[in-house]
């Protein structure tokens, strides 16, 4: 008996659309918490409560929004048969 190996073309776009669905919150969110808490941290050690948190918490956002926007484009890129 052949086994089949899928490939990545042939996977289904349903379900690749709700990972992809399932994914980008937690890349937004994750840059926003990660440089939030690394700016608290430096806020406590420098005694600078609360510019560092706001200032790197919103670099973090951007930096997520940026990866979020990466991947729906390569997603997109992906659905319209270009390679990325």
């Known amino acids: 008996?052949?086994?089949?190996?899928?490939?990545?073309?042939?996977?289904?776009?349903?379900?690749?659309q709700?990972?992809?669905a399932m994914e980008l919150?937690?890349?937004?969110a994750g840059g926003a918490l990660v440089g939030g808490l690394l700016g608290y941290l430096l806020?406590?050690?420098?005694?600078?409560?609360?510019?560092l948190m706001i200032l790197i918490g919103a670099l973090g956002f951007a930096v997520g929004l940026r990866d979020m926007l990466k991947r729906l484009q390569k997603s997109d890129d992906n659905?319209?048969?270009?390679s990325g």
Request: net charge positive.
């Open 79 to 82: 659905d319209n048969g270009k």
């Open 1 to 16: 008996m052949a086994s089949q190996d899928p490939s990545p073309r042939k996977r289904s776009t349903g379900a690749s």
């Open 43 to 51: 806020d406590r050690w420098l005694h600078t409560k609360p510019f």
């Open 18 to 20: 709700m990972a992809l």
């Open 25 to 28: 919150p937690f890349v937004l």
